[in-house]
């Protein structure tokens, strides 16, 4: 007999549930629909499982285990765009969010979540890094899935070279997800999914 909770876990459901209503700057292509983390997060978890065969070095129980709980914590953090949100207190912000949210668990339950999520966090494992990567790419693809109607980074005005200066991190190893880094990058770049400034910007000009 194990040592779970019955009263402690469904409630922790219950809480999670909100997962869904967390909302991200991507939209689906439901028109006007914004994608949120619960889609996102399976998403992500549907993407590594297509991986797997290339990532066969990996421990991949625990890749989907990252993939499926990184993000959780953001019920109440939320989500903080990387080119236009405010950072400074993202780190904090979710290892504080996670300890509310995991502490409604059996003890024991509660600390083995709070360790992926560190683990996560630290990007202090090749499981960790690869998810982290992983993730990075999502909203790429989703860019995509939606550039007719709508991209995000158009949105935020977010060119390309702030997209390479921050992805560029997290693609130094050689790799399949290094490659479809930069077959989505290139996709995305001659699809007019980035912000393209207009000459008076180029010049520096603010926008009327």
Not at 42 to 51: G, S, T, Y
Not at 67 to 76: N, R, T, V
Not at 169 to 197: A, N, Q, T
Request: glycine content about 6%; some cysteine; overall charge negative.
């Amino acid at each position: 007999m194990g040592t779970m909770d019955p009263a402690k876990t469904i409630g922790f459901m219950k809480e999670v549930e909100k997962f869904k209503t967390c909302l991200r700057t991507c939209r689906t292509t439901a028109p006007g629909r914004a994608e949120s983390d619960a889609e996102h997060s399976w998403h992500l978890a549907l993407f590594l499982i297509l991986l797997k065969d290339e990532l066969s070095d990996l421990d991949f129980e625990r890749v989907l285990h990252l993939a499926l709980i990184h993000d959780l914590p953001e019920i109440y953090a939320g989500d903080a765009n990387p080119y236009r949100g405010d950072l400074s207190t993202k780190e904090s912000d979710e290892a504080e969010a996670a300890e509310k949210l995991f502490s409604l668990l059996p003890r024991e339950t509660g600390r083995r979540l709070g360790r992926i999520f560190r683990e996560y966090a630290e990007q202090a494992t090749p499981e960790a890094r690869a998810v982290k990567a992983a993730d990075k790419l999502m909203p790429l693809v989703q860019n995509l899935c939606t550039n007719r109607e709508y991209s995000s980074y158009r949105e935020l005005e977010v060119k390309v070279e702030e997209v390479e200066e921050y992805m560029g991190p997290f693609f130094r190893s050689e790799g399949i997800i290094k490659d479809l880094y930069l077959l989505l990058l290139k996709e995305s770049r001659d699809g007019g999914v980035f912000h393209r400034p207009g000459p008076a910007e180029d010049n520096g000009e603010e926008k009327d």
